[in-house]
């Protein structure tokens, strides 16, 4: 009896153990917003005038925000002064892409609309055909779309219509994705996080949102990284 019960203890301390260990897998998940986290570094907090949902562009020297309004605004990005704006389609998403201002709907349509920058005039109205675009970002001289029904990035040719899927993501309450050097930044509102991935859907970096209520973002040329909170802040921040 005294063997059987000391099989049995070790049973179960080798049951338990298993099952600590998955709970750690679990915990470590790169998708799981409470897995280990690095640090931004806040080099500034931007007041604007601007607020709610929308993802930022930034054109080499301003930055651009879309709305569900279809309020096309630019600031400047140290001051957070209006610049100029302009009416034009709701939209979820923004980019600034071969001197043009490109937005995308997140509420189910398959459109692409391009802006004069100068002037807001609409240039072109174009289908995506099977991509229902609800965020896009400039990069390697395409553009990267998440298409919001089959929760994919795409790579796009605005030109051509053509089009490659690069990665799946799901579980994310996107709101604003920004090319960031070989990769993607990508902010999730559930949880004030942001995430970078590679183009290959491989997790790098999560980082906690310096605020509460993070929204869209962008990078500029110095590899700073812009921040929008839904009530109108912009944190300007640096990433290890």
Same mark, same amino acid.
């Given at each position: 009896? @005294?063997?059987? @019960?000391?099989?049995? $203890? /070790?049973?179960?301390?080798?049951?338990?153990?298993? %099952?600590?260990?998955?709970? =750690?897998?679990?915990?470590?998940?790169?998708?799981?917003?409470?897995?280990?986290?690095?640090?931004?570094?806040?080099?500034?907090?931007?007041? +604007?005038?601007? #607020?709610?949902?929308?993802?930022?562009?930034?054109?080499?020297? @301003?930055?651009?925000?879309?709305?569900?309004?279809?309020? %096309?605004?630019?600031?400047?990005?140290?001051?957070?002064?209006?610049?100029?704006?302009? /009416?034009?389609?709701?939209?979820?998403?923004?980019?600034f892409f071969r001197d043009k201002i490109y937005v995308c709907n997140g509420e189910g349509e398959n459109v692409l609309v391009s802006v004069d920058p100068l002037s807001g005039d609409i240039l072109n109205r174009?289908?995506?055909?099977? $991509?229902? #675009? #609800?965020? &896009?970002?400039?990069?390697?001289?395409?553009? %990267? %779309?998440?298409?919001?029904?089959?929760?994919? $990035?795409?790579?796009? =040719?605005?030109?051509?219509?053509?089009? +490659?899927?690069?990665?799946?993501?799901?579980? &994310?309450n996107i709101g604003g994705i920004a090319s960031y050097k070989d990769g993607l930044l990508i902010s999730d509102m559930n949880t004030d996080t942001i995430y970078r991935f590679t183009l290959s859907g491989d997790v790098i970096n999560v980082f906690s949102s310096p605020a509460p209520g993070v929204g869209g973002l962008t990078v500029d040329a110095g590899d700073y990284v812009y921040l929008f909170m839904l009530d109108g802040k912009i944190y300007k921040v640096s990433l290890p």
């Open positions: 009896m @005294k063997w059987v @019960k000391t099989v049995l $203890i /070790s049973g179960f301390i080798i049951f338990f153990n298993f %099952l600590y260990s998955c709970k =750690d897998i679990v915990f470590n998940n790169p998708l799981d917003p409470n897995a280990s986290k690095d640090v931004l570094t806040i080099i500034r907090v931007i007041e +604007t005038t601007l #607020a709610g949902r929308g993802d930022l562009s930034f054109d080499g020297e @301003k930055i651009w925000k879309i709305d569900l309004s279809g309020n %096309l605004a630019a600031v400047d990005r140290e001051s957070g002064i209006m610049i100029r704006s302009f /009416s034009t389609d709701p939209g979820t998403g923004v980019s174009v289908s995506t055909r099977e $991509i229902h #675009a #609800a965020f &896009l970002t400039g990069t390697n001289d395409q553009l %990267l %779309l998440y298409d919001m029904r089959s929760s994919g $990035i795409f790579e796009y =040719d605005p030109e051509t219509g053509d089009s +490659t899927r690069l990665f799946e993501i799901s579980g &994310l």
